[in-house]
Nanobody
């Protein structure tokens, strides 16, 4: 019902910036919150940043003051602005949407395929 497509990843040098985009399509009216996750080789997937339907944001300590999550409701798009990138930021970044269906009290999640961010000199 809802599909997420990420874009914007690539290869950058330490200190440079990237902006990731997550476009939601389908029936997006039931999205409660969205977040960006990342998974580095050999590590578990971790939450990087999240934003609720009301605009509240949350960040992992490792990216606070460097990353910014934002949303453009008109475009059904969530962004992750990543500044001052470090090699340890290298990971596959995936967009997540939390869907709540009030009629059935059902809470589900939808994931995008992911986009690779590589920070290397």
């Amino acid at each position: 019902q809802v599909q997420l497509v990420e874009s914007g990843g690539g290869l950058v040098q330490p200190g440079e910036s990237l902006r990731l985009s997550c476009v939601a399509s389908g029936d997006t009216r039931n999205i409660n919150a969205q977040g960006w996750y990342r998974q580095a080789p050999g590590k578990d997937r971790e939450l990087v940043a999240s934003i609720t339907s009301g605009g509240s944001t949350n960040y992992a300590d490792s990216v606070k003051d460097r990353f910014t999550i934002s949303r453009d409701n008109a475009k059904n798009t969530v962004y992750l602005q990543m500044n001052s990138l470090k090699p340890e930021d290298t990971a596959v970044y995936s967009c997540n949407a939390q869907l709540y269906y009030s009629g059935s009290f059902q809470l589900t999640y939808t994931w995008g395929t992911g986009t690779l961010v590589t920070v290397s000199s």
